[in-house]
Every structure is written in C-alpha cells, then in structure tokens.
C-alpha cells in the first residue's frame, strides 16, 4: 500500500507512488500549486463545517421542542387544575352570597313598602309598560294600595296607547306592594313573592352554570 501522504475532510487522499518516497506526478501537480491546495482545502473545511453547524441546530432544534413540549404539557396540566379550583370556588361563593343577598333584598324592599306608599304606583307603571298597547286592564292590588293608585289613576292611563277602559280593584290574596294586571290578551302577576320566586330559579340557574374556560394557548416559544 503507498504511503498516505495526507488526507482531506471527506476522505479525498493524496499518496506516495507504491514502494517509494515519491509523490506521483498527478498528485504532485494537487502540491504544486500552494495557493490551490489551500482553496481546496478552505472548501473541504467550510462544508465540513456547515454540516456540523447543521447537525448541531437540529440537535439544539430537538432538544429545545422536547423541553417545550414538556414544560407545555406540564403547565397544561397546572393550569386545568387551577381552573378547577377556580370553578370550585366560584361555585361556594355563588351558593354563599345569592341567598344571603337575596333575603337582604327582601329586607330592603319591604322596609320601603312600608316606609313609602308611594312606591306601589312605580310598581304598577312599570308592569304597564309590558302592556301599553292593549285596550282593556284591571289592575289588582291590596286595599292599603288601592287609594294610592285611585288618587293617580290619571298617571297610570297615559301609559297606555288607545286605552278604553281601566279600573282599579282591591283584592283579598294580593299583598302590600304587589298587584296583578288583567287585560284582554292575558295576565301578569307581579306581586312580590313570585317576583322572588322567579328571582330565586334565576340565581339557582346560575349557580349552575360553569365557569366559561377559555381556550388553553401554549406560551410563547422563545427563539
């Protein structure tokens, strides 16, 4: 075997003849010229250099997608949790608070009843308005409401749009600061307890409802 005299990057070998000291010609003429060998030899470093470089990216490449994947994963996975708990608490609040803010209502609203006679008559204007464009109401109310409502009768019909009757009665099972209103097309009742009742459906539905989770967004990824 001739002796290897040296040998490029990627395996291109330049060798003495067989059994003699000497370079062959066409090996001598790589030699000869300086300045090429080196060229030939800056190219053969310069993509052996971009390969690595390659290859190391895609290592670091990897590398940083499976830490990223993994800290996603976990952080996911933190986050759910929290979300739970948050939910969870949300829930007790929700069962804590409306009941006890409910019969604080209840209170209020009954202490005003009582300390203003005044307040049936917006009760009663307010439940009106659902129903401006019928022609024919009888609205009911307690016998401690029906002098407030008398006295304002005048009031009451300009709520209506092309009104041909109204009358105001008194009503044994309507309570103070309550009234139902009668008209040709149906009935409202908007005495306070089913006001209540209506009210308490609407916070237990509630109290039902799940926290709204919004979708789950990996963070940023750094570069």
Known sequence: MS?????????????????????????????ADASSVLEHIKEDAEKYRLQIAK???????????????EGFKKWAEHLVKLEKEIEKVH????????????????KIVSKEI?????????????NLKAVTQHKHATIYVNKKDLDILDKNKPRLKEIFESLESLSIRPRDDVKPGGCIIETEIGIINAQLDHRW???????????????????????????
Do not use: M, R, W
């Not at 005299?5 to 370079?23: D, N, V």
């Not at 009582?114 to 307010?126: G, P, R």
């Open 91 to 106: 829930k007790e609040l929700q069962q804590l608070v409306l009941p006890v803010a409910l019969k604080a209502a209840k």
């Open 114 to 126: 009582e300390l203003s006679s005044d307040i049936i008559l917006d009760i009663v204007a307010n």
């Open 197 to 223: 009742q209506v009210l308490e459906k609407a916070f237990e539905s509630l109290v039902k409802i799940p926290v709204e989770q919004s979708p789950i967004e990996p963070p940023a990824q750094s570069s």
């Open 55 to 69: 290859e190391c990216e895609e290592i670091k490449e990897h590398a940083e997608n499976s830490g990223y994947e």
């Open 3 to 31: 002796k290897k005299f040296f040998t490029l990057i990627y395996g291109e070998q330049i060798h003495a003849a067989p059994k003699t000291k000497i370079i062959p010609s066409e090996s001598f003429s790589k030699l």
